[in-house]
């Protein structure tokens, strides 16, 4: 049954990089998110 052990290993893989791709992609996001309004509190404030 090494096949189903392989299958098993390229799932529990591709199950941790999508999580991966997510978490990297919300946070890339987040800091635009917060870098554009912080730039723009910053010119309100001036």
């Known amino acids: ?3 189903k052990r ?3 290993a ?3 893989w591709r199950n941790m ?3 991966f791709g997510l978490v990297v992609g919300l946070l ?3 800091t ?3 870098g554009s309004l912080l730039v ?5 404030g001036e």
Do not use: A, C, F
Not at 40 to 44: L, M
């Open 1 to 3: 049954m090494p096949g």
């Open 6 to 8: 392989r299958n098993k």
């Open 10 to 12: 390229r799932e529990l």
């Open 17 to 19: 990089h999508m999580s």
């Open 28 to 30: 890339l996001v987040l």
């Open 32 to 34: 635009r998110l917060t």
């Open 40 to 44: 723009s509190y910053i010119e309100i």
